[in-house]
């Protein structure tokens, strides 16, 4: 018993000691990860379908509404106008990858457009596929806009991966990638990109 005492405090030291120099680096202590990818959606019940029967995410919850009918709450805690409303949130996990968490809101001043990849706070979701010629055959066949590829890249430090943009049918951006023999950086690479390719 004393042996495990000992090993835990041990470990909660090193823990705070490596937590006290990232502080003292400047940096925010004690990350381990991206633990989810949130994303606002026109419907939640169509995203999670969307999600599960396509992309092949599973959902593991749903809570709210959250909403503030005369104070600051939501505009104090997530930086959104005073009124606005999240009517449900959903959490599904995604393979092997970051959790997605679905939003629905409302809000007086919501904007509808989609950003592009090329507008500030633009973005896109990318889902690793292991034959990116099979998937992207398959994303047509259900009828998505896929954009050119699957495009293979030769050179450079990403040679080795291919990719494909498709829109999901509300217009959000989302990348099919590949790359089973990995990629040209990784073989000088000190630190290596995240990667569910299996050593």
Same mark, same amino acid.
């Given at each position: 018993?004393?042996?495990?005492i /000992?090993?835990l405090?041990?470990a909660?030291?090193?823990?705070?000691?490596?937590?006290?120099? +990232?502080?003292?680096?400047?940096?925010?202590? =004690?990350?381990?990860?991206?633990?989810? #990818?949130?994303l606002?959606?026109?419907?939640?019940?169509?995203?999670?379908?969307?999600?599960?029967?396509?992309?092949? %995410?599973?959902?593991?919850?749903?809570?709210?509404?959250?909403?503030?009918?005369?104070?600051?709450?939501?505009q104090?805690?997530?930086?959104?106008h005073?009124?606005?409303? #999240?009517?449900?949130i959903?959490?599904?996990? %995604? =393979?092997?990858?970051?959790?997605?968490e679905?939003f629905?809101?409302?809000?007086?001043?919501?904007?509808?457009?989609?950003p592009?990849?090329?507008d500030?706070?633009g973005?896109?979701? +990318?889902?690793?596929?292991?034959? #990116?010629?099979?998937?992207?055959?398959?994303?047509?066949?259900?009828?998505?806009?896929? /954009?050119?590829?699957? /495009?293979h890249?030769?050179e450079?430090? +990403?040679?080795?991966?291919?990719?494909?943009?498709?829109?999901?049918?509300?217009?959000?951006?989302?990348?099919?990638?590949?790359?089973p023999?990995?990629m040209?950086?990784?073989?000088?690479?000190?630190?290596?990109?995240?990667?569910?390719?299996?050593?």
């Open positions: 018993m004393k042996r495990i /000992f090993a405090a041990g909660a030291l090193a823990l705070s000691q490596s937590s006290a120099l +990232a502080a003292d680096n400047g940096q925010i202590p =004690g990350v381990r990860g991206l633990d989810h #990818i949130g606002t959606v026109p419907n939640v019940d169509e995203a999670v379908s969307f999600f599960q029967d396509v992309v092949g %995410c599973t959902e593991v919850m749903r809570f709210g509404p959250f909403s503030d009918e005369k104070g600051t709450f939501m104090d805690l997530v930086n959104v005073p009124r606005a409303v #999240i009517k449900q959903a959490m599904l996990r %995604c =393979g092997d990858g970051s959790n997605l679905l629905q809101y409302e809000a007086p001043d919501q904007k509808t457009e989609m592009r990849n090329s500030y706070g973005f896109h979701l +990318a889902f690793y596929v292991k034959d #990116i010629e099979a998937a992207v055959e398959k994303a047509r066949a259900l009828g998505l806009r896929t /954009f050119m590829g699957p /495009f890249l030769e450079g430090p +990403a040679a080795g991966q291919s990719i494909t943009y498709v829109l999901a049918p509300w217009g959000q951006q989302l990348e099919l990638i590949s790359y023999e990995g040209a950086y990784e073989k000088t690479a000190k630190t290596k990109l995240w990667s569910p390719v299996e050593d």
